[in-house]
């Protein structure tokens, strides 16, 4: 089974084209920054995941998808190659997009509006209310280390 799922950040606007021909078709393709779980010296880090959309989706992506927005995506991941000008061969792995969705509010998104912000070094839960207070963006923050008291781990 090829399924991936990801939550994460656009780190710009998605590049969209169209197909030419009399059924023209949307293709866009964006990258996204998902957070790594844990730590590395303490420093937040990510990965950047290539993703490709088609159609519905890559028209969606060009008219609702900004740097910055945190979405939710299901896919398959999908794997090529070509040779590039100096005749090597470059080899690419996409995520193809099946569903993609908001995955906060327009609250919090107006938070981010600026653009892709990597995290600093600081706990990002120190002035956070205590967890049992709901954040503004309707999720509630949970502090770090947390991870060893919950059943399922």
Sequence with gaps: MNKVILMGRLTRDPDVRYSQGE????F??????VDRRFRRDGEAT?????????GRQAEFAEKYLRQGTK?????R?????YTNRDGQKVYTTDVVVEEQEFAESK???SEHAGGFQPQN???PFQSAPAPSAAAGDGFMNIPDGID???PFN
Aim: glycine share 8%; charged share 10%.
């Design 28 to 33: 866009a393709r964006y990258t996204l920054a």
């Design 148 to 150: 060893e008291e919950l």
């Design 77 to 81: 991941i999908q794997t090529g190659s």
């Design 46 to 54: 990510a990965d950047f995941i290539g993703c490709v959309a088609f």
């Design 107 to 109: 609250a919090a998104a």
């Design 23 to 26: 059924n023209a078709s949307a």
């Design 121 to 123: 070094n600081s706990n």
């Design 71 to 75: 979405i939710a995506i299901t896919g």
